[in-house]
């Protein structure tokens, strides 16, 4: 059965900290890795990784792949307290005609003033 | 009107009643999806359809029936629900399958 884990499962810091938040996942034929930042609505994306070790980048945040390690870290720099929110992993795999998404639980940020 | 959009935004409805969920994206997308949001529980996969051919999805109950007359619109038909099945039904689409998907704003479901 395909698995998606995401550590920690909540995490408070302040504003200005640097946080790493860490998706490891168990698929078969992996496609992609894709994160999502979800707050009082519907996920909105931010990116999608296919190949390893190369970075993506936007503003504060980055994030990376490791295919060996099967896992992914989404890396947020001097954190905001608009960055709270639930930081969702999720994998797609392409089993001939069946196809999946399975997410990960989510890290629930808390960025305190 | 762009990105995805949904209706009805919130519902209400008996366990005896038949609705109906509503989805449109604006995009260019060739698949979409519908999961389900339950509180404390990851997102659930309920089906997908890709260039307009659906997944069978087994492990979604039959009261739900999905239908995407176009690559634009997506339906979910709900009948003889139960209450735990109240919850967020979010609809979203992507280029195709595998790539990043854009959300739309959800139906909030109660089941009384």
């Known amino acids: 059965e395909d698995k998606v884990v995401q550590s920690p499962l909540s995490l408070v810091v302040h504003e200005g900290d640097t946080v790493t938040l860490n998706c490891s996942y168990e698929v078969t034929n992996f496609r992609s890795l894709l994160w999502y930042k979800q707050e009082k609505k519907a996920p909105t994306f931010l990116f999608m990784l296919t190949s390893s070790g190369i970075e993506k980048k936007s503003g504060r945040l980055s994030s990376i792949l490791d295919k060996k390690e099967l896992s992914s870290i989404l890396n947020i720099t001097a954190t905001q307290t608009g960055d709270s929110a639930i930081y969702l992993c999720?994998?797609?795999?392409?089993?001939?005609?069946?196809?999946?998404?399975?997410f990960g639980k989510g890290t629930l940020l808390t960025v305190n003033p | 009107e762009t990105g995805v959009t949904q209706t009805p935004r919130h519902l209400v409805m008996g366990m005896t009643n038949k609705k109906s969920l509503k989805c449109e994206q604006h995009?260019?997308?060739?698949?979409m999806y519908w999961y389900k949001q339950s509180a404390k529980k990851p997102l659930e996969l309920m089906f997908v359809y890709n260039f307009k051919e659906q997944t069978e999805n087994n492990s979604v109950p039959s009261r739900f029936s999905p239908e995407c007359p176009n690559s634009s619109h997506l339906f979910l038909h709900l009948h003889t629900l139960q209450p735990e099945d109240s919850a967020l039904y979010l609809c979203a689409s992507s280029q195709e399958w595998g790539y990043e998907q854009y959300f739309g704003p959800g139906t909030r479901l109660t089941v009384t």
């Open positions: 999720a994998v797609p795999n392409s089993g001939g005609s069946n196809y999946k998404l399975t």
């Open positions: 995009l260019g997308h060739n698949a």
